[in-house]
């Protein structure tokens, strides 16, 4: 259960910060609250090893290195040489002791197959999580925090309008929309795109949606429901003067670090949104997705 926060005025508009960042695990964040759920799968069923993949600033990384870090379960980490450069979380990685391999991006997928192949042979018992804790586990611990946002309007009596945040695999965003369809609720939840472009981006939410779903939804609400807005795009972990001056001007305001590759260029993305569509006099929540040691590597850079 994280607090959301209230920062009053915003644009025309009252916003609202869901704090997915102080979840009190290795930094918070959306990676440690889908791992809480990945390791009681793990604890339960009695694995070794855990294998998982991602780049070099990987909150994912570091948050399931720290899990395993705790548990004294051997971590193996592929990552891919394109985005390999080191960050404080690269640092975490190894500090916690995981096992990183790295490899052209091209190669992840049969190096993945090919440790886990060579951990069974060797009498291990590994659990694969895929990259960012996608898949239905992941979106559930989506779930889970869209009802967290329900309680919060019961009461507080209120209602949110809309909900923005950084969408990256979507997996945050299936299982918000997917908390949304359950509960048939009329809001619009938007996810600001960190990378993905339309169509691709949308539609692997989509699938996730889907796959969580099951027969419970009709395909047309899910249609419906999905926004996926890639307009800020600049690229996985690429440099841009608006979202740096977003992060400046957030933790100066509010004493909040959001940073370059997420939550920076989603909070931009949303102030962009609000005045494109021109929304006023709405409630909106932005739910911060974590990422605290990536702030610090933008501050880094900041002159
Ligand atoms: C991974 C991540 C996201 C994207 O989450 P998805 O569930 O992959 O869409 C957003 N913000 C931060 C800080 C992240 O680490």
Redesign the pocket.
């Known amino acids: 259960m994280t607090i959301i926060q209230d920062l009053g005025e915003y644009k025309g508009n009252h916003l609202w910060i869901k704090r997915e960042d102080l979840i009190p695990f290795s930094f918070g964040?959306?990676?440690a609250r889908k791992a809480e759920l990945f390791f009681r799968e793990i604890d339960k069923g009695g694995f070794d090893c855990v294998v998982t993949y991602g780049s070099g600033s990987s909150?994912?990384c570091r948050v399931v290195a720290n899990e395993c870090c705790r548990r004294a379960l051997e971590c193996y980490i592929i990552a891919p040489r394109e985005a390999s450069e080191p960050s404080f979380n690269s640092r975490m990685m190894e500090l916690f002791g995981a096992k990183i391999t790295t490899v052209p991006v091209q190669e992840v997928h049969d190096t993945i197959e090919g440790k886990l192949e060579a951990l069974r042979n060797a009498g291990k018992k590994p659990y694969f999580i895929e990259g960012?804790?996608?898949g239905n586990i992941?979106t559930e611990a989506?779930v889970q925090c869209y009802w967290e946002i329900k309680e919060y309007e019961e009461e507080q009596m209120l209602h949110f309008d809309y909900v923005f945040?950084?969408?990256?695999?979507?997996?945050?965003?299936a299982g918000l929309v997917c908390g949304q369809l359950l509960n048939e609720d009329e809001r619009q939840i938007v996810?600001i795109s960190?990378a993905r472009k339309n169509p691709r981006g949308r539609d692997v939410a989509i699938q996730s949606i889907r796959d969580y779903m099951g027969e419970k939804a009709r395909e047309e609400a899910i249609q419906a429901a999905t926004i996926f807005i890639d307009d800020f795009v600049s690229g996985y972990g690429k440099e841009d003067k608006r979202v740096t001056d977003t992060i400046e001007t957030v933790i100066k305001s509010y004493g909040i670090p959001l940073?370059a590759?997420?939550?920076g260029k989603?909070f931009m993305g949303m102030a962009e949104y609000i005045v494109q569509q021109k929304i006023m006099g709405k409630n909106i929540l932005f739910i911060h997705?974590?990422?605290t040691p990536?702030f610090f590597d933008t501050l880094k850079k900041m002159n």
């Open positions: 964040g959306n990676k909150n994912h960012g804790g996608h992941g989506y945040f950084a969408s990256g695999t979507g997996t945050t965003q996810g960190i940073d590759t997420y939550t989603a997705t974590g990422g990536l």
